[in-house]
């Protein structure tokens, strides 16, 4: 079955480590993007990629960092720079051509605590 | 500036009733318009979308939702609804011209029905 995979559901962080959370997509999609959720305040852009070895900053890329070196994955490393980490990411990824390019699929999340 | 507002935080409704939850954005142009569900702890699945033409688009599990462009709104509905609908809901506009995929989100509204 096509899909968006995101591992791990759960993840916890030490205070001034790193952590990075894989996004992985067999949609054969162009376009990849990072979401921060926070309760109340709705999906934030972190960092989104239209095509491989490209990304973009998005609203709140402070403390993140990405890379894009294959089209089917696209990983967020949360930095020990991101002073509030905590919350709930979701990756998403959007299709191939024409109208479609702009319907963006998700995948089902994973939840970061701090230790 | 481009703004999606969803007035609704959090609306509670009988299981059976009728539903309307509200969407109002603000864009240069008609957008691309979206309708996204979230239930609690997963990743957003796609309601509806309204991309041209017809301006009452249907999705699945019932809900319909109809763009009105003298009112900037795009309202989704479902005539009776079921407690398996109670879940966090996303109205979202997207660009309608050019290779921005970007979306703009709304906060959400929290939706609990009451058996």
């Known amino acids: 079955d096509g899909g968006i995979t995101q591992s791990p559901k759960y993840l916890f962080r030490k205070e001034g480590q790193n952590v990075t959370l894989s996004c992985e997509q067999n949609?054969?999609?162009?376009?990849m993007y990072w979401y921060r959720q926070d309760p109340g305040q709705g999906l934030r852009l972190i960092y989104y990629?239209?095509?491989?070895?490209?990304?973009q900053k998005g609203d709140i890329a402070e403390g993140y960092s990405v890379s894009r070196e294959k089209k089917e994955s696209f990983p967020l490393t949360v930095t020990s720079a991101q002073k509030n980490p905590t919350a709930f990411y979701l990756c998403?990824?959007?299709?191939?051509?024409?109208?479609?390019?702009?319907?963006?699929?998700f995948g089902a999340g994973t939840r970061l605590s701090v230790l | 500036a481009q703004s999606v507002t969803q007035p609704d935080i959090h609306i509670t409704v009988s299981e059976g009733a009728s539903l309307e939850l509200r969407c109002n954005y603000s864009?240069?142009?008609?957008?691309?318009l979206f309708w996204y569900v979230q239930s609690p702890g997963q990743g957003l699945q796609l309601l509806l979308k309204?991309?041209?033409?017809d301006t009452l688009v249907q999705g699945i599990k019932g809900f319909e939702a109809e763009f009105k462009r003298s009112q900037s709104s795009f309202n989704l509905r479902k005539p009776s609804v079921h407690w398996s609908d109670a879940a966090e809901y996303f109205c979202?506009?997207?660009?309608?011209?050019?290779?921005?995929?970007?979306?703009?989100w709304g906060l959400g509204t929290s939706l609990a029905v009451n058996p």
């Open positions: 998403a990824s959007s299709g191939t051509g024409g109208i479609k390019k702009n319907i963006q699929y």
């Open positions: 949609l054969n999609h162009d376009a």
């Open positions: 990629s239209q095509i491989v070895n490209d990304f």
């Open positions: 864009y240069g142009a008609t957008p691309y």
């Open positions: 309204y991309f041209s033409g």
């Open positions: 979202a506009v997207g660009a309608n011209a050019g290779n921005n995929r970007k979306l703009i």
